[in-house]
């Protein structure tokens, strides 16, 4: 996935004191990813958090996952039960996500969570269930709409516990001129090798489900 490196050079701390990632914190922005952008730059502020996923999918970085983001720091009747006596910003990993609380994530958010948190969770050996992917109302119990209402837990785990969807392009034998994209067993047909790499950029990426649909409608790609 393509992360925009917009490392800020104020608001986080380096290193992590000796903890590593456990958990991944979703909150919602109340605002736009360039508001929230030029906040976490502002000395001020003393906030920010490592990630921030767009309404269009786009994934901001603004903070390296080996530092502390300043993201769930503040502590209020949590809820989350492996939380301990230490800063929490210390042991998790925060994203940010555009727009505001109870408007329901876009498709594309939920394209883009599953690809981050994903390779987060790879990266750091993060189960991906609810105890370890959490809102940040379970550590700030004082912001219960963070995320709020908008995201879908039930949906986003569901989606983050499906098999990866590769591509993998065949081309038959018998009729040499059609290809065929295969997606964990279910094949659809694709018109060209041009349009197979173009969609893939040269590489098998996770699609959409809307995506499989369409090609399952038969819409070519
Ligand atoms: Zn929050």
């Known amino acids: 996935m393509q992360i925009r490196k917009r490392i800020t050079p104020v608001n986080f701390t380096k290193g992590r004191g000796g903890r590593k990632p456990i958990a991944i914190v979703l909150h919602i922005m109340e605002g736009s990813l360039s508001g929230t952008d030029q906040w976490f730059k502002n000395p001020k502020a003393q906030a920010s958090t490592h990630y921030g996923v767009g309404k269009n999918g786009e994934v901001w970085q603004w903070v390296e996952e080996t530092d502390m983001a300043y993201g769930n720091g503040r502590v209020s009747t949590p809820t989350w039960g492996l939380i301990d006596k230490d800063n929490p910003n210390l042991y998790t990993i925060s994203i940010e996500h555009e727009g505001f609380t109870g408007q329901p994530w876009t498709e594309a958010m939920y394209e883009a969570d599953i690809a981050l948190i994903k390779d987060i969770a790879k990266r750091w050996d993060i189960p991906l269930d609810h105890d370890h992917v959490i809102g940040h109302y379970q550590i700030f119990g004082k912001k219960p709409n963070c995320p709020g209402t908008g995201l879908d837990w039930k949906k ?28 964990g067993g279910v094949s659809h047909k694709v018109k060209t090798w041009e349009s197979f790499q173009e969609f893939f950029k040269g590489e098998p990426k996770i699609v959409s489900r809307e995506t499989i649909g369409d090609l399952i409608k038969g819409k070519e790609i």
Do not use: Q, R, T, Y
């Open 156 to 183: 986003l785990m569901a989606l983050l516990n499906e098999p990866d969807l590769k591509g993998v392009c065949v081309k038959s034998v018998e009729s040499p001129d059609i290809f065929w994209v295969d997606f």
